[in-house]
């Protein structure tokens, strides 16, 4: 008689690889290839009770959650993709791509390539941002920081306070939605409307902007579907699959084939699979 799928042990749950595809939506067979993979890619062990395989769930809940198509172990160290510093930092994918594109003059970390995936150190990665953050707002203009905090000012006056020469800038911040809304806005005889600002308001977009452009910024480099960029982000080293596992494949069922599996796995994989034998064998 097969054992039940869930089971208490010393107080802690234990499951089975039958449970772990109902409670987590992966497949069986990719479920076996983490766990024949386990040396490699940190998936708890396991324990054989009543002649089946069960992991303790909690950990591995814990170890799940921590690795995934966007954060992978890479002899040690913990690589991520740019969707995962996109969600971490807020940053648009772009920015990060163009970051990436000017590493030979911004000092980005260099990348590696996983299958089609590119990925950075992620300690590396988030030192070098420290730095890069601080060095923007530094290079940003000067701030008119006097005045009645309650103040209204036109877009002319906020222009002369923020230290750009005219409008111009801030009329592309408005288009691109980068800039504040106004504290109050008046209709002309013209039915036009006319924005302000109050002096506080602006003073705390300047004290969170993060961006300026580097004088020797390439040409093109802020564009990173130029082909300049695009060749930088190909230009990244190729690591062998065997140099790391990708433990997320979402959604599932179009993904697990696709991305890139250890040879390990794989050979471990092309070797009859208990449940096929009508019993769980690893979970």
């Known amino acids: 008689m097969r054992g039940p799928d869930r089971r208490e042990l010393n107080g802690r749950v234990l499951v089975t690889r039958n449970e772990l595809a109902r409670i ?13 993979a386990r040396a490699r890619n940190g998936h708890p ?24 198509a966007y954060r992978r172990v890479l002899d040690g160290r913990v690589v991520v993709s740019r969707t995962e510093l996109a ?25 590696i390539k996983l299958g089609r995936q590119l990925y950075v ?33 036109t877009i002319s006056q906020a222009a002369r306070l923020l230290g750009y020469a005219d409008t111009s800038t801030l009329t592309s911040y408005r288009g691109r939605g980068q800039f ?71 959604p599932t069922e179009r993904a697990a084939d696709a991305t890139a599996i250890t040879a390990e796995a794989d050979s471990a994989a092309a070797l009859p699979c208990p449940t096929a034998a009508g019993a769980d064998g690893p979970a």
């Open 45 to 68: 062990d396991g324990i054989t009770l009543d002649g089946r395989l069960y992991v303790d769930e909690q950990q591995w809940l814990e170890w799940r959650a921590g690795h995934s």
């Open 87 to 111: 969600r971490v930092t807020g940053q648009p994918i772009s920015t990060l791509a163009q970051w990436y594109g000017e590493r030979a003059h911004n000092g980005h970390p260099e990348g």
């Open 180 to 250: 504040v809304e106004p504290d109050h806005t008046e209709e002309l005889p013209s039915a036009r409307p006319r924005r302000y600002w109050k002096r506080r308001t602006l003073w705390a977009f300047a004290d969170q902007r993060t961006w300026s452009r580097p004088l020797d910024r390439p040409a093109g480099a802020n564009r990173p579907w130029s082909p300049a960029a695009r060749a930088a982000t190909a230009e990244a080293p190729e690591v062998p699959a065997a140099g790391g596992i990708p433990l997320d494949r979402l």
């Open 121 to 153: 150190d992620e300690q590396q990665w988030h030192a070098w941002h420290r730095e890069h953050t601080a060095a923007l707002k530094a290079g940003l203009s000067e701030i008119d920081r006097g005045g009645d905090p309650d103040e209204l000012l």
């Open 24 to 36: 987590s939506g992966e497949r069986e067979h990719t479920l076996y290839k983490w766990w024949a």
